[in-house]
Each structure stands twice: as C-alpha cells, then as structure tokens.
C-alpha cells in the first residue's frame, strides 16, 4: 500500500511558476511509475504527465509539454511537477498517482492508477 501526499499548489499570476510535490509512504516508492493529473471545475480529470521508476522515461500531455516537467528523487520518495509559464486554463486540482508495483510502465490512462493522493488545488489568475 502507498499513501500519497501532494502539496505546493497556491495561486498564482499567469505567467508564474509553482512546483507541486507528491510525498509517498507506506513503501518504496521506486517500485511505482507515478503520473499527475489534474481536474478542473466542471469537466473531467485529464492526464497531466508521468514518469517511470527510475525517472528515466516521461509523457507529457500536449497541454503542458513544454512548460511542465515531471522529475522523481526516489531516495526522498518524492515526485515534482515543476509547472512554468502557467496558463489560466491550468488552473484545476491536481492529483498525484501511483501505478502498482505490477505494471512497470508509465501511462496516461487514470484507470490504470491504484493509488491515488487527495489533490493540492492551483489557481492561476490573470
């Protein structure tokens, strides 16, 4: 079992920059390929970015590649969503998860995902 944690969201002006966090417990998190996700008011949860075990592989989605980036420091078993020249449109709560030790490959399908956090809200404002 991993209990996620994420924190760092806030708001923020267009333009801006945050960096979310994702803290795992309850195991060693380099067994689990983690992805973001994120929802906003009125619409449905939307694949963000993922990374494989090792931090060695990563999937943007269009929305934010470019401008996000996931990275992974497996020893604090933590996860980052360093997110730059954000957009009012970015503005949604964001959702770290887990894959099961299982599946050694990172995906962009939120029902593939066990383990899930209670999400860190970020505004961006004009």
């Known amino acids: 079992q991993v209990q996620l944690v994420e924190s760092g969201g806030g708001l923020v002006q267009a333009g801006g920059s945050l960096r979310l966090s994702c803290a795992a417990s309850?195991?060693?998190?380099?067994?689990?390929?983690v992805g973001w996700f994120r929802q906003a008011p009125g619409k449905e949860r939307e694949f963000v970015a993922t990374?494989?075990?090792?931090?060695?592989?990563?999937y943007y989605a269009a929305s934010v590649k470019g401008r996000f980036t996931i990275s992974r420091v497996n020893a604090k078993n933590t996860v980052y969503l360093q997110m730059n020249s954000l957009k009012l449109e970015d503005t949604a709560v964001y959702y770290c998860?887990?894959?099961?030790?299982?599946?050694?490959?990172?995906?962009?399908?939120?029902?593939?995902?066990?383990?899930w956090g209670q999400g860190t809200q970020v505004t961006v404002s004009s």
């Open positions: 309850g195991r060693t998190f380099s067994s689990n390929a």
């Open positions: 990374i494989s075990r090792s931090g060695g592989s990563t």
């Open positions: 998860a887990a894959r099961a030790p299982t599946y050694s490959g990172i995906s962009a399908y939120d029902n593939e995902y066990d383990y």
